[in-house]
């Protein structure tokens, strides 16, 4: 099979904004990555799972060329130093533990610094995808239904069929192919009209190949390794933890906070006047979106501050009809925004897969993901999540506001 992943920046842009927070401030953290698969009917075979060790060996050939830095470097908010830094990194396969033990054919272990692990996540899904589809199917018969489909939901925005203001595509994880991406963006890049606008893309290398933006700020393992990797902090308030680590690091800029982490209901404990008004919005990414956004309208002007001057950025699972439903609802009281995933990036006539590479260890010790909705954690020690838990309930029914 050809080499699927071929840039380094052919990564979720997120990733470089939480690679130079993490270089600056936390360079001696060391995680544990683990793989899932959560489709019970998927199966990994011999094959696929050789096709997959070799394709992260090319991935781990790779190094940063100049213009790429260079592209990097003319983002306001990326420093000289870490710039530095990805001049002289390179991926170790010797951090990958790859086998076929796994309960659906394939077992995924990285371990290794945070700064080089965290790196690993995205060009991992991306091949895993690439190799299962390519393996399992008839590919050019999915790739002829994608752009089916692809058509359709085009034709659907420019006739104003759905209504959902500004998108960016989020789909690199799970996508068909790397073809299959480049595809969607060209396409959807043509809308731009009164009621629809397609403002960017979470991949960072195809953002710069075809002149779109970069979009990304921070992702769960942020909030997860920054406070519960401190052995010493008590892990109800990580969301704080990893607040005030993000604004000693950009200040104003490039503030998208993720509210989910330990429960959107304790962040807010955190997220007063200060960190409101200092991040430009906030990105849902579990539970129910209007729900959600209802309440973070209300926390806003509690706190004094419109809403009309704050994003939400809405995440979770969707598709354009879910996201037509909730701008509708929002868009004259709040600004509104969408990252849309797997339903641009690997929609066809097979079921996409639900694959996922999760945060399990730092620095020697669990960590866990409590959202807004079960089953979108993935902790191997049910007495960490217990107690994880445990501090949450004790904040929330103790501590006084």
Known sequence: MHQIITSLLETDMYKFSMGQAIYHNFSGYKTT????????D????????????????????????????????????????????LRLWEPRYEDFNITTEGECGLSI???????????????????????????????????????????????HLLDGTYKIGNFSEFGIRRRLSAEAQEIALTELREVNNSTSVFSGTSNVYLA???????VGTMAHEWIMCTGQGEHKHNPAYSNWFALDAWVKEYGVLNGTALTDTITTDCFLRDFRLTFATLFSGVRHDSGNPISWGEKMIKHYQ???????????????????EAADRIY??????????????????NDTVAAPLNIVMKTTLCNGMDVAKISDVNGKGMCKNPSYVEYLQRCIDWRMTHEVN
């Not at 990555?33 to 019970?40: E, G, H, L, Q």
């Not at 509690?302 to 354009?320: A, H, M, Q, R």
Request: proline letters at 2%; glycine letters at 4%.
């Open 302 to 320: 509690e706190l004094g501050i419109d809403p009309k001057d704050k994003t939400l950025l809405f995440s979770d699972s969707l598709n354009f």
């Open 33 to 40: 990555w683990t793989f899932a698969c959560r489709n019970k």
């Open 109 to 155: 272990e990285t371990r290794g610094t945070w700064l080089n692990t965290s790196f690993y996540e995205i060009p991992t899904l991306a091949i895993v995808n690439e190799v299962y589809f390519r393996m399992a199917y008839d590919y050019e018969k999915l790739l002829e239904s994608f752009k089916v489909r692809l058509q359709e939901k085009k034709q």
């Open 42 to 85: 998927v199966r990994f075979t011999d094959e696929m799972v050789s096709e997959i060790k070799r394709q992260i060996k090319l991935y781990c050939s790779l190094r940063f060329k100049e213009d790429e830095l260079e592209y990097l470097n003319n983002i306001k908010w990326m420093k000289g130093s870490y710039i530095d830094f």
């Open 328 to 345: 509708a609802h929002f868009k004259d009281r709040v600004r509104v925004a969408f990252g849309i995933g797997t339903y641009i990036s």
């Open 208 to 214: 710069k190949k075809l002149n779109l933006k970069p």
